[in-house]
């Protein structure tokens, strides 16, 4: 079970408790809803997670690396310098 499974998994029993378990035909919107939850929990986690943030850098310079070798790019670069190289195949 990932998290955003448990995150899904909390937000159906909070979900349940409020409606008092009477979801009537609503059992697949309720179970979609609950998914929706998770993502944005998930989102708001990562929003300014330095980690994910250096996870993603280091992506686009492996990419770049691949695609245009020669530019030398670093994680120290912004993200938006990464793109340019990755798309243009120029220095910034």
């Given at each position: 079970?990932?998290?955003r499974d448990q995150f899904a998994m909390a937000a159906l029993q909070g979900l349940l408790a409020n409606l008092g378990m009477k979801t009537g035909n609503a059992d697949f919107v309720i179970a979609e809803a609950t998914y929706r939850f998770a993502d944005a929990m998930i989102a708001e986690r990562e929003k300014d997670d330095?980690?994910?943030k250096d996870k993603i850098k280091q992506m686009l310079v492996d990419a770049i690396n691949e695609k245009h070798?020669?530019?030398m790019p670093?994680?120290?670069c912004?993200?938006?310098h990464l793109i340019f190289k990755l798309t243009t195949g120029k220095p910034f």
């Open positions: 079970m990932d998290l330095v980690e994910t070798p020669g530019l670093s994680t120290a912004t993200a938006e």
